[in-house]
């Protein structure tokens, strides 16, 4: 009997040339994101990426907005579709950057992605309004555990830093020293600040420390 006849590898999507990008920009770089990179990459010719974009800037303007969709909105959406307590979305957020495998690949991609922007204005804008948008985000949640709007905005901002900085030490320590990182970080962020002067009161009522020899 005759074989069967081999069937055509479907089409590529502009999604398709996304997704191979942003790997590429996770493992090498935003230098090595070119169209014949990738067009050799996904084994088709050059002339089938234009198709989709028009030039590589299409590409990368693309490429940050699937970022953003994929690594906060989509995050974002699905924390409110949860309708949980605030008390529960905090530890949500402060969890994000240990979650396996997945967090690790995501903070390859921010890592590159930010790097991109200390020399590009275009990512620059992009990282921005994402830092914007979850700060944004993270203060609705302190406010909705009953912080005024300044404090919790600033709190959202110390949150966050942390949760910049841990996706980037997620690896240290054990499971358990991680937990206990957490577990601290959430106790902390929502301590209570002190009255105005009482902090400065306290401090110099402090004795001074002895003189080194």
């Not at 995050?75 to 240990?98: C, H, K, M, T, Y």
């Not at 390859?108 to 994402?130: F, K, N, S, T, Y």
């Amino acid at each position: 009997m005759p074989a069967p006849p081999r069937s055509a590898r479907p089409p590529l999507s502009p999604a398709d040339w996304i997704a191979d990008a942003l790997a590429l920009l996770a493992d090498q770089g935003i230098d090595a994101v070119r169209v014949d990179v990738l067009a050799r990459r996904l084994g088709v010719t050059r002339g089938s990426f234009y198709w989709h974009f028009a030039d590589r800037d299409a590409l990368l303007r693309g490429l940050l907005e699937t970022w953003r969709q994929q690594a906060t909105e989509q995050v974002i959406a699905r924390f409110d579709g949860s309708r949980a307590e605030p008390q529960a979305l905090l530890r949500e957020l402060i969890s994000l950057p240990f979650r396996g495998a997945p967090a690790r690949r995501a903070a390859c991609i921010e890592l590159a992605i930010r790097g991109w922007a200390r020399r590009h204005p275009m990512a620059r804008q992009a990282v921005d309004e994402v830092d914007e948008r979850r700060i944004g985000y993270h203060a609705q949640v302190f406010s909705a555990l009953g912080f005024p709007i300044g404090e919790a905005r600033a709190r959202a901002h110390v949150l966050y830093a942390y949760e910049v900085a841990e996706s980037v030490l997620a690896v240290q320590g054990s499971a358990a020293q991680q937990a206990q990182r957490r577990a601290l970080v959430e106790a902390l962020i929502q301590q209570p600040l002190a009255p105005p002067g009482e902090a400065l009161r306290s401090a110099a009522a402090r004795p001074a420390p002895a003189p080194r020899r």
